[in-house]
């Protein structure tokens, strides 16, 4: 079971939760990771406007899900990202593993989301409070991240 | 027989251009050949291409400078991605 989709709308974490469990009858495990748009004292923002590579983005994110499964044995997974602009404390992404046991699900949890932020088409813009933007560079820890695995 | 060219985020702002169509032009064979023919059509694409950051996918699939290039290809250029 996997699902993917790429949207502007907002997602609701119990509904894709229980929507994931019903597919996986055979889960023993679900594991969840939620991205909020951050804003903090140091570095304030008004808005992350996120742009996307239409096609692509989804066929990455389908590679993404079908290594986790093979890696992973999942029972299935869900990937949600959010498009468009978006105010602090908003919900950008979602990743749902559902596994026979805890390990496989958290460690794929964790696979799936170093893996969207350094190989699917996704680009973040940042809107400040005096009205100018910048293009977000990645951060070299992401890089790291994904080879871990 | 051309090829789309699809620009990206910074890409996209620094030349002016969400997409066009370009006929293959004699001896561009490759990305690195793309990218040096768009880089001398104007001083915009010559700016944008500058950066050491610029990437590229050709058919929807992360390239490479020395990826070739057939007519029909869909060719993108964008900054390093930051999703997530």
Redesign the interface.
């Known amino acids: 079971m996997r699902r993917i989709r790429v949207h502007p709308d907002d997602f609701d974490v119990g509904a894709e939760s229980a929507a994931l469990l019903a597919a996986c009858k055979q889960a023993g495990a679900l594991a969840s990771f939620t991205g909020v748009v951050r804003s903090t004292s140091a570095h304030p923002i008004t808005a992350l406007y996120l742009e996307h590579y239409p096609g692509m983005t989804e066929a990455a994110l389908d590679r993404i899900a079908a290594e986790a499964e093979s890696r992973f044995a999942l029972l299935g997974c869900t990937l949600i990202h959010r498009i468009g602009t978006l105010e602090p404390g908003q919900n950008i992404v979602l990743v749902l593993a559902a596994a026979a046991h805890r390990q496989p699900a958290l460690d794929a949890t964790g696979f799936l989301i170093d893996f969207l932020k350094t190989s699917a088409p996704f680009w973040k813009k940042e809107i400040f409070p005096d009205g100018t933007s910048a293009w977000v560079f990645p951060r070299d820890g992401d890089a790291q991240a994904a080879s871990r695995w | 027989m051309s090829i789309t060219i699809?620009y990206?985020?910074?890409l996209r702002e620094r030349t002016g251009t969400g997409i066009e169509q370009l006929v293959l032009p004699q001896g561009v064979s490759t990305v690195a050949d793309l990218i040096a023919f768009l880089r001398g059509r104007d001083a915009a694409h010559d700016a944008a291409f500058a950066s050491p950051?610029v990437r590229a996918?050709v058919n929807?699939?992360?390239a490479r400078p020395e990826t070739p290039l057939s007519p029909g290809d869909e060719v993108?250029f964008?900054?390093?991605?930051?999703?997530?």
């Not at chain 2, 964008?78 to 997530?84: C, E, K, L, N, S």
């Open positions: 699809l990206f985020a910074w950051l996918a929807q699939v992360f993108a964008f900054p390093p991605v930051t999703g997530g």
